[in-house]
């Protein structure tokens, strides 16, 4: 039984060329001169075809731009193809972004009906999952309050409560389980799981690549738009993970004529006894090791490795900048190491960026851009946005007996 | 915990997502999807008038208090400064009848043309049949029609105007008054989406199609050389006879509402056919 089938479609969009100064003040003239130049396409799904099983759940993966977003849009039928015929067998809901389908004025139970009705549910089926809805996001004291005032957290537990408890035949989850706390999202895979046995087909889309090895059954990957490869979860992943460090690009930025000083050969990360993994959990230890090969001695030289989230932002960076010690390198090769008693990401694929330049000099001796991919997994258990390594100790002027520390309900 | 319930495979609805296309078959799939969708026009329609009133003091008085005032302030313009004939009527009970269509028309129009505009955040994240947002407002200004309606009995009381039969002529020329409304909400919502220039000119263009329609003056007083260029706008045939059908306790003019029916007959097919072509990339370029 199929329930979602891809035949042959390609989505192109259309992009508008850069404006002119007068364009810009005057729209009609930007709209007479776009008539005689010619237009710019934008493939963002190229002929893919796929078919989903029912009951099955599939992971979607690639990098920002591959054309994810956009299948899930064609798939929620917000947008359709510019060629080629989707077929959805059954009610499907799509979770795009949390929340999406609330009206902030309206209170979470008229909410909970706008977004059922959105499902093209009737009032009486609504009326009979109501409860569990408000229990799962565990909001009930709030329902009759308008949504506006709910704290993002509310707003996100509500939004998926709302999607998860509808059953619908099929399910869209793109990047959804990024928000909210880890106790959240573990009750939402729990949930998921619930609903992958009793038969719901799922659609999931994430960065997250721990999460769609654990929930998928079958993992496609998309490269610029089109269909790189499909297959089990874990072979898929890790073809995803070489692909993105054989995709590094290596920039170089220094002035024509001159030799390069000093070139980045690579960049690994290594647990404490040197071992090179290719993921590593959260709160684990971690060494940073690049290589390079110094042409010319460099005084005063300067080590960065950045941070990237799979969105494109930069994180953080671990750097020699700051140090007052200077870096004196001499010709030939060499290693720098970094290392981390305990790292701070949280699950997820990163990009690096390695970066050498010269105190007090502006221009880059050397960058290998998006060089080596860190994957973290999920390790210790964090709530927030990243990990704050710590130590802590507990002190009273009385300390407390041994009988307070008895488990409470013994 | 709960549990999810196993799916009855019996009950799915196949759905088919091709390319956009200007057809016939979108009209029919169109409209039994919608039927399909009845329970979130009632839910959103119902929202549409509780949040309108929900943080404002007045309430569901301002669904009175916009026609009464322009009738106060028409009233003074149009009877006591400029000597405007109004069928023998008084003056201010004759623009309060035209105002209330006029208004529901006005304001359907004002709201439905931005109405896909304003909900980018649910047109870009969520499917459903877009065409049950320009309609919502549609229906919410019927219901402020309704409201308003219950002002005009007082009136009509107070200047002792006696109620006929052919008040009853007043359903159908809502209908065709509803029906022609929707048309240009879902012309206009369609065209707003690319060209916003829609929703900025609706103020200038509702003012010039009041003046255009009998509702500060009657029809009589259009000299009969323009009559039958006149009548082509179809609100003429809804204002009038409304006016004559609720106040004059006469039988409406049916030529001009002849005219509005069949414009509305005419244009509604189309207009729902084009916005269906809209919606299907609306969200790319919204």
Known sequence: MIDLKFDHVTKVYRIRQYDTDEERISPLLRKINSLRRPRHEFYAVRDVSFEIERGEALGIIGHNGAGKSTILKLLSNITTPTSGEIRVNGRLAALIEVGSGFHPELTGRENIYLNGSILGMRRREINLKLDSIIDFAGVREFIDTPVKRFSSGMYVRLGFSIAAFLEPDILLLDEVLAVGDAAFQAQCLQRIGELKKAGTTIVFISHDLGAVERLCDRVLLLKRGELAASGAPAEIVTAYQNDATLSSESVEVHKKGETKEIEIRTLSFRDPEGRIRPAFRTAEPLVALVEFEAHEPISDAIFSIIFITAEGHVLCELTTETSTERLCVARGPGTIEFRMEELALLPGIYFTSVLIKKRNAPDLIHCQHKSTVLRVDVGKEVHGNFYLPQQWQLRQTEPASEDNCVPTGS | ?286
């Open chain 2, 1 to 286: 915990m709960s549990t999810a319930t196993i799916h009855n495979p019996t009950k799915r609805m196949t759905k088919i997502i091709r390319p956009p296309a200007l057809s016939l078959h979108g009209l029919i799939s169109g409209l039994a999807e919608l039927s399909h969708y009845r329970d979130l026009l009632y839910t959103l329609s119902l929202h549409r008038v509780k949040v309108r009133y929900k943080q404002s003091v007045l309430g569901i008085g301002w669904a009175v208090l916009q026609p009464l005032s322009l009738m106060l302030i028409y009233t003074l313009v149009f009877s006591y400064i400029a000597r405007v004939p109004s069928d023998g009527m008084p003056y201010a009970v004759f623009a309060y009848t035209a105002l209330l269509p006029w208004s529901y028309f006005a304001n359907a129009l004002t709201n439905a043309t931005t109405g896909l505009v304003s909900h980018s955040h649910l047109v870009t994240k969520v499917y459903f049949p877009r065409e049950i947002l320009p309609l919502t407002y549609v229906i919410a200004a019927l219901f402020d029609l309704l409201i308003a309606s219950f002002v005009l009995v007082g009136l009509m009381f107070y200047y002792r105007v006696t109620l006929t039969v052919n008040v009853l002529y007043a359903i159908p020329i809502i209908l065709v008054l509803t029906g022609f409304v929707t048309a240009v909400s879902l012309f206009l919502s369609a065209i707003q989406v690319r060209y916003r220039d829609v929703g900025v000119a609706m103020p200038l263009l509702l003012q010039l199609w009041m003046f255009a329609t009998p509702v500060v003056y009657p029809l009589s007083a259009v000299p009969q050389r323009f009559q039958s260029i006149y009548v082509l706008n179809p609100m003429v045939g809804v204002i009038e006879s409304f006016r004559r059908a609720v106040l004059q306790g006469m039988a409406p003019d049916f030529r001009s509402l002849a005219v509005a029916a069949g414009v509305t007959m005419f244009l509604l097919p189309l207009a729902y056919v084009y916005f269906k072509r809209v919606e299907a990339t609306a969200a790319d370029i919204i």
